[in-house]
């Protein structure tokens, strides 16, 4: 089984795409570390922490990390995700607290302890693990691999040309891309078409208290569900890419970040015709949509057989 540690900034997509690790039995998680991004850190850990108990992993360590970006003003999503960040859910709050210290040595230290075993899979703004590369280089060299969820080589969702967890602090995604490992880029180009339509939102009402009080409160609220249409379920990608990679085509290419432009800060510049250059990064190009649901749906099921 591959042992994870998730970084993220709950947010409803993280929210799925935790799910989606803990029902995973190809998987297992063993550390959550949290960044203000979609919503404030307060609230980003306090999600975390719901989860945690929801789902019922209370034995994993949730580490509280940076509160902002490296060098800019904090920047949000809570108009897409709701206030608390996770939609209309309504999860009982935690009674659990997060682990002392700060996300960046978590990460150092969990890596540090296991080198070459544990996949880091990044779904939020980079600051935690451009902190965390910048204290120890060593952790690109003790990381099984890296995947994160960011970035696109055709547009952006923040910005005509930046992806948001990218544009939250594009200084973080400069470090991170030019660390010295490869990064797995599962983009907008990939997430924007694993798409929640209908059929997937009705099956994910008969999962019990998963489905009424988590799934579907946050996929309704994520965006407008018909018959062929639905909000795309983004961070979920980046941990189904762990689960199975052969959901997802990537292609190696080197990866730049924009942080000077007017317009482009927080693009991410890939360049697929390689010529003499040494790739940094592989880039999801497309995902199997089908495969993708059969795989989150099934995961989903084993989590809401557990919490009745």
Known sequence: ???????????????????????????????????????????????????????????VPVVAGSPGALLR???????????????????PAATLPP?????????????????????????????????????????????REFVILGGS?????????????????PEAAA???????TVTMIGLDVSRTALATGAVVDQMR?????????????????????????PAIHDACAVAYLIDPTLIQVEPAVVEVETMGRFTSGMTVVNFHLGERTPNALVGTSIDSGRFWELVLAAYARVAATIG
Do not use: Q
């Open 1 to 59: 089984m591959k042992k994870i540690l998730i970084d993220c900034d709950p947010g409803i997509d993280d929210a799925l795409a935790i799910t989606l690790a803990h029902g995973s039995s190809e998987v297992e998680i063993v550390g959550v570390t949290t960044v203000g991004g979609n919503v404030s850190l307060p609230k980003t850990t306090a999600n975390a922490l719901a989860l945690r108990e929801f789902l019922g992993f209370p034995e």
């Open 73 to 91: 003003r904090w920047i949000d999503a809570s108009a897409v995700h709701g206030d608390s960040g996770l939609g209309e859910a309504r999860l």
């Open 99 to 143: 682990a002392n210290g700060h996300a960046a040595d978590f990460i150092i230290d969990t890596l540090a302890a296991h080198p070459g075993e544990i996949s880091l899979v990044a779904v939020g703004p980079l600051t935690n693990v451009a902190l965390a590369v910048r204290k120890e280089p060593r952790v690109t060299e003790w990381a």
């Open 153 to 169: 080589f055709t547009r952006g969702n923040y910005s005509p040309a930046a992806e948001f967890n990218i544009a939250a602090d």
């Open 175 to 181: 470090i991170v891309f030019s660390a010295g490992w």
């Open 206 to 230: 008969e999962m019990g208290r998963l489905g009424t009080d988590l799934l579907v409160p946050c996929v309704e609220f994520y965006g407008m569900v018909t018959a062929d249409e639905g």
